[in-house]
């Protein structure tokens, strides 16, 4: 399912932060990435592709993402089979966390699941 450029341009998802928000997890749908074989449940989002977001990200077997930079930071735990980048392997229960400006390439050769926070970390 492709989505054009503007739907994530206005895109806000719990982005008032004085409200509880509760999310269950049929109440949102795998929505696929930029990148085949990864998609995502979003939980919380402020933005377009790159955004200020809390997800769920569901990577296939043999499935990746292009390198990239963080310029927000970047946290994640890895819920089940093994997450990897270039720097390692992290399997369920591993949490990372990936100061502003830092750049990998990240994979599952297997496929896995991981929570992750993006552009949360102060300058």
Not at 54 to 61: D, E, K, L
Not at 75 to 93: K, N, R, T
């Amino acid at each position: 399912m492709d989505r054009p450029k503007a739907y994530f341009a206005q895109m806000k998802i719990n982005a008032d932060f004085t409200k509880r928000a509760v999310v269950r997890p049929d109440d949102v749908d795998w929505i696929p990435s930029p990148m085949a074989g990864v998609e995502r449940k979003m939980l919380d989002r402020i933005g377009e592709e790159v955004a200020r977001a809390t997800s769920i990200v569901r990577y296939a077997p043999n499935s990746y993402f292009e390198e990239h930079t963080h310029g927000g930071g970047e946290e994640f735990i890895v819920l089940d089979g093994v997450f990897s980048d270039q720097y390692g392997d992290y399997p369920a229960g591993t949490y990372v966390r990936n100061p502003i400006g830092t750049k990998h390439r990240p994979h599952s050769k297997d496929g896995c699941t991981i929570f992750v926070k993006l552009h949360q970390f102060d300058a």
